[in-house]
């Protein structure tokens, strides 16, 4: 029963819509209305200013980690990870992407998912996000930046576990990975829509 508990926990802590809050607050209007139609950080910035976007990156990515953090001190016996760990970490995420506080329209799930996997194997985060910033600095597109970092999470999980120090449960690891980063992609949808077309958005 605790581990069902803790999947709900962790879904409902996802779909906590910090972005939609700090947009409310500040200015009354509903961040979904405009820009990517999302609650992320970057949506947020462009409605109430980069401060509130780095709040709602920060509280988002935060609220991912305590997700798992729960799951591994309730669901295993070493603070290890297992397939109940790996459930609450995709739940996490998929709680951001479609929060019942919101009519299940939120985010693209980008930071969550960071703050799930930093928790997690903080190098293999460090890794894609140098992936991230490379292509945000040459290109600015965030949309891009976060789609390719998202794909190379899984290689980099893999590469490291092989090259530099073996993940102890390496099975669970790789499917909340795997599952997460194919949701967050999806989410990304239009975006890669507008890529392809030359209509997205850069970010100043």
Request: a positive charge; one cysteine or more; charged letters at 10%.
């Given at each position: 029963?605790?581990?069902?508990?803790?999947?709900?926990?962790?879904?409902?802590?996802?779909?906590?819509?910090?972005?939609?809050?700090?947009?409310?607050?500040?200015?009354?209007?509903?961040?979904?209305?405009?820009?990517?139609?999302?609650?992320?950080?970057?949506?947020?910035?462009?409605?109430?200013?980069?401060?509130?976007?780095?709040?709602?990156?920060?509280?988002?990515?935060?609220?991912?980690?305590?997700?798992?953090?729960?799951a591994?001190?309730?669901?295993?016996?070493d603070?290890?990870?297992?397939?109940?760990?790996?459930?609450?970490?995709?739940?996490?995420?998929?709680?951001?992407?479609?929060?019942?506080?919101?009519?299940f329209r939120?985010?693209?799930?980008?930071?969550?998912?960071?703050?799930?996997f930093?928790?997690?194997?903080?190098?293999?985060v460090?890794?894609?996000?140098?992936?991230?910033?490379?292509?945000?600095?040459?290109?600015?597109?965030?949309?891009?930046?976060?789609?390719?970092?998202?794909?190379?999470?899984?290689?980099?999980?893999?590469?490291l576990?092989?090259?530099?120090?073996?993940?102890?449960?390496?099975?669970?690891?790789?499917?909340?990975?795997?599952?997460?980063g194919?949701?967050?992609?999806?989410?990304?949808?239009?975006?890669?829509?507008?890529?392809?077309?030359?209509?997205?958005?850069?970010?100043?």
């Open positions: 029963m605790r581990p069902v508990l803790v999947l709900i926990v962790s879904y409902l802590l996802g779909s906590i819509p910090f972005g939609y809050l700090i947009v409310r607050a500040q200015t009354g209007a509903d961040v979904r209305e405009a820009g990517s139609g999302g609650t992320g950080a970057t949506n947020v910035s462009r409605r109430a200013g980069k401060a509130a976007g780095i709040i709602t990156l920060l509280l988002d990515a935060t609220k991912g980690t305590l997700a798992v953090v729960i591994r001190f309730i669901t295993t016996q603070f290890g990870v297992n397939w109940w760990v790996s459930a609450a970490s995709v739940l996490a995420v998929f709680g951001h992407c479609f929060p019942i506080w919101l009519g939120g985010g693209k799930g980008v930071a969550t998912g960071v703050g799930v930093l928790s997690l194997y903080p190098l293999a460090a890794c894609a996000g140098v992936i991230f910033i490379l292509a945000v600095a040459t290109t600015r597109y965030v949309s891009l930046g976060s789609t390719l970092a998202t794909a190379a999470f899984p290689l980099f999980l893999w590469l576990n092989v090259y530099v120090q073996p993940v102890a449960q390496l099975a669970p690891m790789m499917t909340a990975a795997a599952a997460s194919a949701l967050i992609i999806l989410m990304h949808y239009a975006n890669i829509a507008r890529l392809l077309s030359g209509t997205e958005r850069k970010f100043r």
